[in-house]
Nanobody
């Protein structure tokens, strides 16, 4: 059974940093795509960072240069380092995964990901 569990959320002032973690179990595919998705209050979810099994990454333009997605395969953990956070980036952050590599032209389409965590809350005060 595949399980994804996020942690690391919390409260930070605008301009601050947080590091989110996503612990993965039961996901044994050698080819995969993993993404971080956020949902601000009252808004729809949007993908912000993606990484595949080869370590190739992609970012939403709005976070490029400030967020870093990484993975530690030995620890079965996905990370999202978020720097220079903005108040509008507050919300629930989810990790999601799917086998078969990242479809880079459609990587932000959520329906492609069958495995999701429960989310971790990020609050950014101005």
């Amino acid at each position: 059974q595949v399980q994804l569990m996020e942690s690391g959320g919390g409260s930070v002032q605008a301009g601050g940093s947080l590091r989110l973690s996503c612990s993965v179990s039961g996901f044994t595919y050698s080819s995969y795509c993993m993404v971080w998705v956020r949902q601000p209050p009252g808004k729809k979810r949007e993908g912000v960072a993606a990484i595949d099994n080869d370590g190739k990454t992609n970012y939403l333009d709005a976070v490029s240069g400030r967020f870093i997605i990484s993975q530690d395969n030995a620890k079965n953990t996905l990370y999202l380092q978020m720097n220079r956070l903005k108040p509008e980036e507050a919300g629930m952050y989810y990790c999601a995964a799917e086998r078969g590599g990242c479809p880079w032209t459609t990587v932000w389409l959520e329906y492609q990901y069958n495995y999701w965590g429960q989310g971790t809350q990020v609050t950014v005060s101005s």
